[in-house]
């Protein structure tokens, strides 16, 4: 018995000894939370970097609600958006915010024999499902635009986000510009209130339920999508063209964005003019604060975004994000400049 | 009883017997179910990488758990330090001192209740507790809540198999001048050595699997555990973080992760349960 | 001081000590209902007894409501209940009663190895395995069948109420089945064979003698197996599916306490949603430690009884 008792105390004691003396040692921690719609290339940059430098970046896809309160209670360094915040919100709370990487949200489906990009959905139809207008795939409006698909007499099961969402405020935001009576029911908006459906957390949750229930529809960042196979949606953009999600309608509806005259930044991608544009493009933004507490962590954080920008283009392009212009990458720099101080003194040189 | 006819009660009996058996093989079929599952999905998931590498992002190749394995034996660890003692020393007190007092009444009914609550309730707990206060997760706080629900397992084991030490031991030790606590620890403590062990090993086994009360400790992290005062991986939060996403190298990751905690929570389970039938009986 | 008296300090410094252990155990309940009470404070001040009647559940208007919450509490422990306890006491019947002893003591053993499985392992096997079976081939014959009843209806799946109540099932089963055994195996063989002896078939014998012999202890059994299944997370969390509504379909997804809990408590960072997520745990606590309390006296009524009649 004092034998078990004394290697157990040594243990122990290493433990606790090793916590104490090894954070003297510990790599630089940035944290990080908000939404899940750059999940899919934030995680790939988080790792090279890590990789590379060393500095570990921790970031919680807890959604875009999530990452906004978050930021504002300052219980993690950057929060991550994509629903944008208006300027004088921005200003009320302390924060710049800045575009990190756009995208495209696709609505998925999972209906037996319809393939990838092989449901046609006009725009009434795409809403009238949400709205819980059209409950079976077999309906006549969506026959209507898919007179080669044999869709089956399965009722519609939808999935939306659980959590605030700007992948939510995108989507509905598109909803809502092309159909009056979704206007009327629901609005657009993190959080709407769903005439029917269930809910998920996160993308990759709504991701998971398509995956799983048969004869559902959801909506996602392209990326989720493509990586699991999902069959995402034929859609009709502004100019009336029948489009696919792929990285140069994203980067043709993306192009549209006037960003020097954007307040903060402030954009929005949706239903953009132009034969091949995307009509459910956005961006997603980082959220950070003008006064910085601690000079180190500003200055790390900034390294980490200089990194991104100069160095994963290709990986956003590879995984079919549109990495944001060099010239708005050169405001954004000269922002991060102008506003964001800490003890006084400008952290970004 | 109404008087019924033979052949009506016989038939009675005969169907209940009939009934019975797949109603007995439905525990069976489902635990080898599970089990089979458990092993095919998993099995896959466990090679070297998974042992040794850290996690990475979804639809990248490679990468393992190493970081949640190392985590989840470091928090175990820890709480097993923190809750033996007290439950051992708490048990000796019910055995020893506590027969008829009623703090041991007390004691008792508490500690059934303690071991009833919701394992969630005891996360929210601590969470309240460490992590509202220190202001972040922590690898410690998930040890603490740990350690709260070995706790009452220990204490009980402890008392039983103490109370299982003929008085005769006892009396003998003290006959011989040797005060209290000595007689406890050297004499009582080396008789009942093995069911000791085995109660901890119990109270191991139980808490290896739990995850609900490191979700709002612990948390969990893509990175090595560098110290136990950040989020800390470990197995089970990163099963459900992984069985929840859509991403099938990490469903996979899951199983691997799965088949580990169950091997080694069955492993212990039935190596302690049946130590412990083997102590009972020669007692 | 004499070796007498320092013997005697030790002694006592031994007893205090170990029973300053033993009252960590009360420090901790009480701590808990302290915790849960601090910090549900701003949500009980806010919604009052409302609610637990109040199925809103909005936390982006700051709305909560407990109601669908305990509904799928309540409605996904008594399918486990009704399916489990009937199932428990043949099992255990025939455990006791009429396996050869061998199989008794395979079956027992498996029955035990099945309470040892983690929560979080029936998770991933319930949704992974058993909700594809249920969405396949289950809910379609039940709704083929029996779906004039509302219970039902709806599109079929695979997650949701039912299967969550069948994996809680799964999950209470072996715990109430060891204990009955228990109390079965305790009932005084020269009842049983009395019984015999008048010509009473094993079936007779169990029902009239051997279950009346042990009801109490059965029913203590099925208390705390109740109090088990309120709080249970992992397993519930993975397929229950998530919902804030209170639906009459059973296909249809729901949430109970623990999983809302585990959803949505780390997410929570606005200071009412997140008190009203701790007014939740308060609630499932103080519900676990009623069944807890109801099964003890029973029981302890029980042996008191017991000790009168002999």
Request: hydrophobic content about 50%.
């Amino acid at each position: 018995m004092r034998g078990v008792r004394k290697s157990v105390l040594a243990i122990a004691a290493l433990a606790l000894v090793g916590s104490l003396v090894v954070p003297a040692m510990a790599a630089k921690t940035l944290n990080g939370a908000g939404a899940t719609f750059p999940e899919p290339i934030y995680s790939v940059w988080m790792h090279k970097y890590n990789e590379l430098k060393g500095v570990r970046v921790n970031y919680q896809g807890i959604g875009s609600s999530g990452g906004q309160r978050q930021i504002k209670a300052k219980t993690v360094d950057f929060g991550g958006s994509d629903a944008p915040m208006k300027g004088p919100d921005l200003r009320e709370a302390g924060l710049i915010q800045f575009p990190m990487v756009i995208g495209g949200v696709v609505p998925i489906v999972n209906v037996q024999g319809v393939g990838p990009g092989e449901l046609k959905l006009t725009n009434e139809a795409l809403a009238a499902i949400f709205a819980g207008e059209i409950t079976f795939w077999d309906d006549e409006a969506i026959k209507a635009t898919n007179p080669d698909l044999a869709l089956p007499n399965e009722p519609i099961t939808v999935v939306h986000r659980a959590d605030g969402s700007g992948t939510t405020w995108i989507f509905t935001n598109f909803l809502d510009k092309v159909s009056a009576s979704w206007h009327e029911k629901a609005g657009f908006g993190k959080v709407v209130p769903w005439p029917v459906g269930v809910g998920a957390k996160g993308n990759p949750g709504v991701a998971a339920y398509v995956q799983r229930v048969n004869g559902s529809v959801g909506y996602v960042e392209f990326a989720f999508a493509k990586q699991n196979d999902l069959s995402y949606v034929t859609l009709k953009n502004h100019a009336g063209e029948w489009v696919q999600p792929t990285i140069e309608s994203f980067q043709e509806a993306a192009a549209n964005a006037d960003w020097v005259n954007s307040d903060s930044y402030y954009l929005v991608l949706t239903d953009q003019p132009g034969d091949g544009s995307w009509p459910i493009a956005g961006a997603t933004f980082i959220l950070i604060h003008k006064d910085q507490p601690d000079a180190a962590t500003a200055k790390a954080m900034f390294e980490f975004f200089d990194w991104c920008y100069d160095h994963g283009d290709e990986m956003a392009m590879a995984k079919d994000y549109v990495p944001v212009p060099d010239n708005v990458v050169g405001m954004v720099r000269a922002t991060w400049g102008l506003e964001v101080t800490s003890g006084g003194k400008a952290v970004y040189k | 009883m109404r008087p019924r006819s033979h052949t009506a009660r016989r038939l009675a009996d005969r169907s209940a017997r009939i009934v019975m058996v797949p109603a007995a093989l439905i525990g069976l079929t489902v635990l080898a179910w599970i089990l089979w599952e458990v092993i095919a999905r998993g099995a896959g998931a466990l090679n070297a990488s998974f042992f040794t590498e850290l996690p990475t992002p979804p639809g990248m190749e490679g990468g393992g758990l190493a970081n949640a394995i190392v985590g989840t034996l470091l928090m175990t660890v820890l709480a097993t330090v923190i809750g033996t003692p007290v439950g051992l020393l708490a048990g000796i007190y019910l055995a020893e001192f506590g027969t008829t007092s009623r703090l041991a009444t007390a004691v008792r009914f508490t500690t059934n209740l303690l071991m009833g609550t919701p394992s969630i309730i005891i996360g929210i707990f601590v969470y309240a507790l460490i992590v509202l206060r220190t202001g972040h997760f922590s690898g410690w706080a998930g040890a603490v809540s740990l350690a709260i629900l070995m706790l009452p397992v220990v204490l009980r084991t402890t008392e039983d198999m103490l109370n299982l030490v003929p008085d005769e031991l006892r009396e003998s030790a003290l006959a011989l001048g040797a005060p209290r606590w000595r007689a406890t620890v050297t004499v009582i403590f080396r008789a009942a050595k093995t069911g000791l062990v085995t109660g901890i090993l119990l109270a191991v086994a139980r808490v290896s699997g739990e995850t609900a009360p490191l979700l709002f400790t612990a948390l969990n992290s893509f990175y090595w555990p560098e110290t136990i005062n950040e989020p800390t991986a470990n197995l089970t939060v990163t099963i459900f973080n992984y069985a929840m996403s859509p991403y099938a190298d990490w469903q996979q990751k899951a199983w691997g992760a799965s088949l580990l905690i169950t091997v080694g929570v069955l492993f212990v389970a039935v190596l302690s349960r049946f130590v412990l039938k083997e102590r009972k009986s020669r007692a | 001081m004499s070796k007498a008296a320092s013997q005697s300090r030790a002694d006592w410094t031994f007893k205090v000590i170990t029973a300053a252990c033993a009252l960590v155990v009360i420090v901790l309940m009480g701590g808990i209902l302290v915790e849960l009470l601090r910090n549900s404070g701003m949500s009980i001040r806010q919604f009052g007894f409302g609610f637990l009647t109040s199925t809103e559940w909005n936390p982006y208007a700051g709305e909560f409501g407990a109601a669908s919450s305990i509904f799928g509490t309540v409605v996904s422990t008594a399918i486990a209940m009704l399916l489990a306890v009937p199932l428990s006491l043949i099992i255990a019947i025939y455990l006791v009663e009429v396996a050869h002893p061998k199989a008794s003591r395979i079956i027992g053993g498996g029955i035990e190895l099945l309470a040892a499985v983690p929560s979080i392992i029936y998770g991933m096997w319930g949704l992974f395995v058993f909700a594809a079976l249920m969405q396949e081939h289950v809910q379609p014959w039940l709704g083929k069948y029996f779906g004039f009843l509302p219970l039902f209806q709806g599109p079929p799946m695979g997650i949701g109420m039912l299967t969550a109540g069948l994996i809680l099932t799964l999950m209470v089963l072996p715990f109430i089945t060891a204990v009955t055994r228990d109390v079965l195996q305790m009932v005084p063989p020269v009842l049983k064979e009395s019984a015999h002896g008048v010509g009473a078939t094993m079936w007779e014998a169990t029902r009239h003698i051997a279950l009346k012999y042990g009801r109490r202890g059965i029913v203590g059994a099925v208390f705390l197996g109740f109090g088990r299944a309120l709080g249970e997370t992992m397993a519930v969390t993975f397929v229950i599916g998530n919902s804030h509504r209170i639906s009459s379909s059973l296909f249809d997804a729901g949430n109970t306490i623990a999983s809302s809990l585990a959803n949505e408590f780390n997410e929570a960072s606005e200071p009412i949603y997140l008190s009203s997520l701790f007014e939740l745990a308060l609630v499932l606590f103080l519900l676990t430690l009623l069944f807890q309390t109801a099964a003890h006296f029973w029981v302890s009524r029980m042996q008191r009884q017991e000790a009168g009649d002999r």
